[in-house]
């Protein structure tokens, strides 16, 4: 099946171009989001978790998705793994086709490390591995995320990065 996701956002297109481009391609079903909150972003990952093999997302562009490159190539990286395509519309004639392959998970495999280990705040950037300011420890739904990204095959470290915290304090928290 060919599903559609367009966003009404100030950084896309705007809706009307989306829904004409997804329509032109013969989408089965269009998903409408709107401004991306955390719910809105849970919904979309919902929606998405389901697919797979035969099962193509139609896009105008991957802002459609509003989350940082980190996020974004492990949601890539886990749809293609499941077997489901990505094509990017946009304006251009020729379309992206983004298809199920070793090499292709493997890329998003490496981009997501990447940036998961990439500090967060200009004060991280400058010194690599070093936290400004003490941490409490983690909440206990940052424990259950890490448990679950632990489980999926993320490593301490990257999980670490995540939560900015070393990866024996994510051992302390995960480990039974």
């Keep these: 099946m060919r599903y559609g996701i367009l966003r009404d956002h100030a950084s896309m297109p705007p809706a009307i171009v989306q829904r004409r481009l997804l329509k032109e391609a013969d989408c089965d079903v269009l998903l409408e989001e709107g401004t991306p909150d955390a719910e809105a972003q849970r919904r ?11 099962d193509e997302v139609l896009v105008h562009g991957l802002d459609v998705f509003q989350r940082p490159t980190g996020q974004l190539a492990k949601l890539l990286r886990d749809l293609l793994e499941r077997g489901a395509t990505l094509r990017i519309l946009g304006e ?19 981009l997501t490390e990447h940036e998961i280990r990439r500090a967060i705040h200009p004060s991280h950037a400058a010194s690599p591995g070093v936290r400004s300011g003490g941490h409490k420890g983690l909440t206990k739904h940052q424990i259950q995320h890490a448990r679950k990204l632990y489980k999926d095959g993320s490593s301490l470290r990257s999980i670490g990065f995540l939560f900015q915290v070393s990866p024996n304090e994510v051992w302390k928290a995960i480990g039974d």
């Design 44 to 54: 979309l990952s919902r929606f998405l978790q389901p697919l797979g093999s035969g």
């Design 92 to 110: 251009a004639p020729e379309n992206a086709l983004i298809e199920p392959s070793e090499q292709a998970v493997k890329l998003l495999c490496l």
